[in-house]
């Protein structure tokens, strides 16, 4: 590609004899997943057009451990937050965002007790700070008058009660900001949480991606927006099932920002 | 003079109250079977969820109807009670109506008045209940879980309430002093007429008939109760007061696990050495729960606590999408277990004998719990703090560390973490690649 990213490591940064102001924890579906690496890079544009002080660990970044643990591994778990927390200490990481509301949660709540205690944010909490200071200006032709819904990921949402930072963002593109039925609160899971992600579902007479993509054609959207890698796997699929993806887009808010 | 009927009703007091103290101490047991859990924390917190959560009923109007429908039946349920201690005076000491020797005329006419209206709309409430349950037949009174016992005792506890709104204001509308008075007796001066043309001594006998029945009644509700999903008007309170405090997303981590982790990471850690002199006997843990033993007492009092109300199942992505996971069920099997728990030990003079039985398989299955996502939806609904996610986390933990019997997807995945970092089998020199892509 012609775009030139600026990704510096935290390796590289220590030979340099930077800290950098935040770390960019990427996450396994924001370095491996085809769909999720377009998110991964459109929120490096973000950071670079805001010239962001970060770094992100590279090879040195390891899976957290939320899905494991999820699963019922405690055991997996630990040893992966343990090994992480290691990294990250030693590279005395104060700050940490990430566009993958697991991670977000996992390192947030579950990691402080094992000795990781860092100020994490999910990226639409940092991109919202961003146009709050100025450092952040978005164009609003792109996306003006669209239709977007909003898809609340769990882990965003319930879990951390963040619910206003993504719209607050959305709201800057000057679009059409439509709710599904069940949103915030009551929003109702994509299918992909609990690690439902990387297994068959159980048998049952829907998918529950089917079912929430549902809730979001009632409001009759130009673009699902979603703000995590998985949410948006399930809902593109969700759309394909529908076959409507001729007509509806899943786009993460960081792409939308970043496209702006 | 006649002492009968104050013996009698001394009587009734004291075996109404006595059999349910008895039943308490059992229900304090059984909570007591879970596991010890820390939650002294941060107690005005807990005092002030307490307040708006279940006195306040915050979480019961997130759903209209039914939130404004029960708050008539839980105030009038708390006021009317005010009545109840008049009777027990009167009952014991054979007063009739002490209230109205003690306060002014006005004000308990007030009184009354306000009992009278309250239990019109307790009458009417339940009422719209019963035609939820049984004419609209709502999708969330309807679910595989909620036939036999647990319909019945929706629709019991309903005709009690009927039936004692109905016995306070027969009661009122037959006692000629009190209608003589005209003060407070707004509902029942409408139900007076009724009984025109009844000797005074007719009239007596119903009034008291009436009383009797009323407060007799209310003794075996009372009792009623530790059968019945209508625990929750008692355990609604401590409940919320020991509900977590965390961020939903928040699931604890082992300490157990934690221990041996860091031992197997500890790079100076001799894993022959012996135990230190005097150290206490490891005793091997468990991880995760098969039972309900290995449940916290929290999770066990949140089963007590649950009214089978069924939002949080009607808001579960699985259960909607036609998965057998109900969290409701979770609850139910949660309580129904400890229950047999609880009857296995009084019939073995206070000691549990393995029964061959356990939470896991014989009441709660493997293809319910692995149907969730852990999406909170459940936590979120619950009216009352209860978190049926905990337990079916802490029962896959014991599916996966103790029996590895996760899903084979997720047993691959679970290998790909442990072997390149990742749920994938990517390697992890790679993780930076889309950089350049």
């Not at chain 1, 996450?27 to 670079?48: E, H, M, P, Q, W």
């Not at chain 1, 549902?214 to 949410?231: K, S, V």
């Not at chain 2, 004419?135 to 036999?148: A, C, D, P, Q, Y």
């Not at chain 2, 996760?406 to 993780?431: H, K, S, V």
């Amino acid at each position: 590609m012609s775009e030139q990213l600026k990704v510096p490591t935290m390796a590289e940064c220590m030979a340099e004899g930077k800290q950098p102001e935040v770390l960019f924890w990427v996450g396994s579906a924001g370095s491996y997943d085809d769909r999720a690496k377009k998110i991964t890079k459109a929120f490096v544009r973000i950071l670079n057009k805001a010239n962001v002080d970060f770094a992100v660990l590279g090879s040195e970044e390891s899976c957290t451990g939320d899905v494991a643990k999820r699963a019922g591994n405690e055991f997996l778990f630990q040893m992966q937050a343990m090994m992480n927390i290691e990294v990250l200490n030693a590279y005395e990481i104060k700050n940490i965002v990430t566009c993958d509301p697991h991670s977000f949660n996992c390192i947030k709540n579950e990691y402080p007790s094992l000795g990781g205690n860092y100020n994490v944010k999910h990226h639409t909490q940092f991109i919202k700070e961003l146009i709050d200071s100025g450092k952040l200006k978005v164009q609003q032709h792109t996306y003006k008058g669209k239709r977007i819904t909003f898809h609340d990921p769990c882990y965003l949402g319930r879990a951390n009660n963040e619910y206003d930072a993504p719209r607050v963002v959305l709201s800057t593109l000057d679009a059409n900001l439509t709710e599904m039925k069940r949103h915030r609160a009551t929003a109702l899971c994509c299918g992909a949480g609990g690690a439902q992600m990387f297994k068959e579902p159980e048998k049952g007479d829907k998918d529950i991606n089917v079912l929430r993509t549902e809730d979001a054609l009632e409001t009759n959207p130009d673009i699902i927006a979603t703000g995590c890698p998985y949410c948006n796997t399930m809902m593109t699929d969700g759309v394909k099932a529908k076959e409507k993806e001729d007509s509806i887009t899943v786009l993460d808010v960081a792409e939308l920002i970043a496209n702006s | 003079m006649d002492y009968l009927p104050n013996i009698l009703f001394a009587i009734a007091l004291v075996l109404g109250i006595g059999f349910f103290a008895k039943n308490v101490r059992k229900l304090i047991r059984n909570i007591k079977l879970g596991q010890d859990v820390d939650v002294s924390d941060n107690k005005s917190q807990r005092w002030k969820n307490m307040a708006m959560i279940a006195l306040g009923q915050s979480k019961m109007v997130k759903r209209p109807i039914a939130g404004i429908l029960h708050i008539v039946v839980y105030i009038g349920f708390v006021i009317i009670n005010i009545e109840v201690l008049e009777i027990i005076i009167d009952g014991l000491f054979g007063t009739h109506r002490i209230g109205l020797s003690i306060l002014p005329q006005s004000v308990y006419g007030f009184l009354i008045g306000s009992f009278e209206i309250l239990a019109v709309g307790v009458l009417i409430s339940v009422i719209l209940f019963w035609i939820r349950r049984n004419v609209i037949k709502l999708k969330r009174f309807l679910s595989n879980e909620m036939t036999g016992w647990p319909k019945n005792d929706g629709n019991i506890i309903l005709y009690f309430e009927v039936v004692l709104m109905c016995l306070f204001l027969v009661m009122n509308a037959t006692d000629t002093s009190f209608q003589e008075l005209n003060s407070g007796n707004v509902i029942s001066q409408y139900i007076a007429p009724l009984f025109n043309g009844l000797s005074e001594g007719s009239l007596h006998l119903i009034e008291r008939g009436a009383w009797w029945l009323h407060i007799v009644g209310i003794l075996i509700f009372l009792n009623y109760l530790y059968y019945s999903k209508h625990l929750h008007i008692l355990l609604a309170f401590p409940n919320t007061y020991y509900g977590s405090l965390k961020p939903k997303g928040e699931f604890n981590n082992l300490d157990a696990v934690t221990n041996e982790v860091k031992l197997m990471m500890d790079p100076n850690a001799d894993p022959f050495a012996a135990p230190a002199e005097g150290a206490e006997e490891e005793v091997p843990a468990k991880f995760g729960a098969s039972d309900v033993q290995d449940l916290n007492w929290v999770q066990l009092l949140n089963a007590y606590t649950c009214t089978e109300c069924g939002r949080c199942t009607s808001s579960c992505p699985a259960n909607l999408t036609g998965k057998k996971l109900s969290p409701r069920k979770i609850m139910m099997d949660t309580r129904d277990r400890l229950e047999e728990v609880g009857k296995n030990i009084d019939a073995n003079n206070g000691t549990f004998v393995d029964d061959g039985k356990q939470l896991l398989g014989d009441y709660i299955t493997n293809e319910e719990l692995w149907a969730c996502t852990t999406c909170n939806a459940c936590v979120e609904e619950c009216p009352v703090s209860i978190n049926p996610l905990s337990i079916i986390l802490d029962m896959r933990r014991y599916l996966v560390m103790e029996q590895s019997a996760a899903p084979t997807e997720l047993n691959n995945m679970m290998t790909n973490i442990e072997n390149n970092g990742a749920p994938w089998p990517y390697n992890q020199m790679d993780r930076l690649n889309w950089k350049d892509e």
